[in-house]
């Protein structure tokens, strides 16, 4: 990397979004707005994060480490947490129908440790803020130097099939949309704690998009999204230009290291 690594200051719209004065007004505004969405949608996003001069410097970072991505390739079912009991469904069932995954993950240990992302990760004040926005009283960075900091990068054709995510929210931050298409869609609380709502899951699956949200998820964007009962995807990409999204990791209890199952399948290596 190159030795004049830009400040958070540099990098992050502090007027925008004040971190480094967690007691002021317009943080608390910011903090408050973030609430009334994450609570009506489960997603919160954050326009204009990265300041429109550092956005090319972020872009030419994640370009660069693009060829280092593990490739993934499969077909998936959405209902991870299901999979023990899935042969107890017929085989047109939500749960046994599975979606296309094209993607590469460039391993967190592949983003340089002195480099432009990290600078922005490793910043406490925006680990403090990603708690004050999921009310909790504390976060932690992951531990794991694997998944703690990655670069989702789709080119033309890839796409992030249907899924609910494992974790109860997820932090990214979109440097470069694609040309066309490679759209974030979900369908907010489509299923609770007590109830998969299979009969929904299938008339989307079968083209209803009554209820769907897609986001604009324009360079620079921070996103604050709860999966786990939102069934969401990224459409195809269309057109030459790769979708680079960084994805940052964190967790209630220090050193968290994911499961050497999770990391064999985004990263091809365990730690």
């Known amino acids: 990397m190159n030795a004049e690594i830009p400040t958070v200051a540099e990098l992050i719209d502090l007027e925008r979004y004040p971190l480094d004065q967690p007691n002021s007004p317009r943080l608390r505004e910011v903090i408050a707005e973030a609430h009334a969405t994450l609570d009506d949608q489960g997603v919160c996003l954050l326009p204009g994060f990265i300041r429109a001069d550092a956005i090319a410097t972020l872009v030419n970072e994640a370009r660069s480490l693009a060829p280092l ?3 993934q390739d499969y077909s998936d079912m959405a209902y991870g947490h299901l999979r023990h009991c899935q042969d107890d469904y017929p085989a047109d069932h939500p749960v046994r129908r599975t979606n ?6 460039v391993p967190g ?4 440790a002195d480099g432009h992302l990290r600078t922005i990760y490793h910043w406490d004040p925006l680990t403090d803020f990603v708690a004050s926005l999921i009310r909790e ?3 932690y960075r992951a531990a794991d130097p694997l998944l703690d900091c990655n670069i989702s990068v789709l080119g033309p054709g890839d796409t992030h099939g249907w899924h609910y995510d494992g974790n109860l929210f997820s932090v990214t931050l979109m440097l470069q949309p694609a040309e066309e298409a490679g759209l974030f ?6 299923s609770t704690p007590d109830d998969e709502n299979f009969d929904a899951v299938a008339r989307l699956y079968d083209g209803d998009r009554e209820g769907l949200i897609t986001l604009p998820l ?3 964007t921070l996103n604050i999204f709860k999966g786990r009962y939102s069934l969401h995807h990224v459409t195809p990409v269309k057109g030459n230009r790769q979708r680079l999204l960084v994805i940052f990791s964190y967790d209630k209890q220090p050193d968290m290291m994911f499961p050497t199952a999770t990391q064999l399948k985004y990263t091809g290596k365990t730690a």
């Not at 296309?100 to 993950?105: D, L, Q």
């Not at 869609?185 to 489509?190: D, H, K, T, V």
């Open 218 to 220: 324009e360079p620079g």
């Open 185 to 190: 869609e979900f369908s907010p609380n489509i």
């Open 100 to 105: 296309p995954f094209h993607v590469a993950i």
């Open 109 to 112: 240990v592949d983003v340089p």
């Open 69 to 71: 991505g593990f490739r």
């Open 137 to 139: 009283p504390v976060l």
